[in-house]
T-cell receptor
Framework: SQTIHQWPATLVQPVGSPLSLECTVEGTSNPNLYWYRQAAGRGLQLLFYSVGIGQISSEVPQNLSASRPQDRQFILSSKKLLLSDSGFYLC???????????FGQGTRLTVV | KQEVTQIPAALSVPEGENLVLNCSFTDSAIYNLQWFRQDPGKGLTSLLLIQSSQREQTSGRLNASLDKSSGRSTLYIAASQPGDSATYLCAVDSSGSRLTFGEGTQLTVNP
């Protein structure tokens, strides 16, 4: 069966520090991969999605970047965090072609 | 641009009641619609996926319907339980590769 791992679960980082959140998927190949952000009490905003290794689409201009170095690995990064980067970050995957989406447990990022 | 709206934003019901959550979307050209559950501080759990060619899907006490022409979906929860308390999110895939989410309905089932 397929599983998705996302870590860390919580993170407190100072303004201006770098960020690296990692997500891996097991039990499937060539998945679509996604990074979402959820502000408190709000819906999910799509940040990046990838349909293959090295293929990244950005939905919202921002201080973050994403990379997909391997088929089932998706990384969210920042060189210098801003206070506004605080939020709940969720990684997700789906099979190619409008498949069901499955989410990780999320990372609570607080920038101080 | 696809927009998804969920009504009501919050709902409180006594245990045992049947209830309906509503989701509407502006662009009827969709691939599928998915309902999720989110517990506080947790990720999303997929509940039901309805493909664009389907009218409804059922899983246990949950039944989701889809009316593409009117841009609406409903999630019906039968015989609600306190453990059903969570935020329920509706999401639409209009592109074949990414979802647009509603803001969710926060459900509280009181014992």
């Amino acid at each position: 069966s397929q599983t998705i791992h996302q870590w860390p679960a919580t993170l407190v980082q100072p303004v201006g520090s770098p960020l690296s959140l990692e997500c891996t998927v097991e039990g499937t190949s060539n998945p679509n991969l996604y990074w979402y952000r959820q502000a408190a009490g709000r819906g999910l905003q799509l940040l990046f999605y990838s349909v293959g290794i090295g293929q990244i689409s950005s939905e919202v201009p921002q201080n973050l970047s994403a990379s997909r170095p391997q088929d089932r690995q998706f990384i969210l990064s920042s060189k210098k965090l801003l206070l506004s980067d605080s939020g709940f970050y969720l990684c997700a995957w789906s099979s190619q072609g409008a498949g069901e989406a499955f989410f990780g447990q999320g990372t609570r990022l607080t920038v101080v | 641009k696809q927009e998804v709206t969920q009504i009501p934003a919050a709902l409180s019901v006594p245990e045992g009641e049947n209830l309906v959550l509503n989701c509407s979307f502006t662009d009827s050209a969709i691939y599928n619609l998915q309902w999720f559950r989110q517990d506080p501080g947790k990720g999303l759990t997929s509940l039901l996926l309805i493909q664009s060619s389907q009218r409804e899907q059922t899983s246990g006490r949950l039944n989701a319907s889809l009316d593409k022409s009117s841009g609406r979906s409903t999630l019906y929860i039968a015989a609600s339980q306190p453990g059903d308390s969570a935020t329920y999110l509706c999401a639409v895939d209009s592109s074949g590769s990414r979802l647009t989410f509603g803001e969710g309905t926060q459900l509280t089932v009181n014992p």
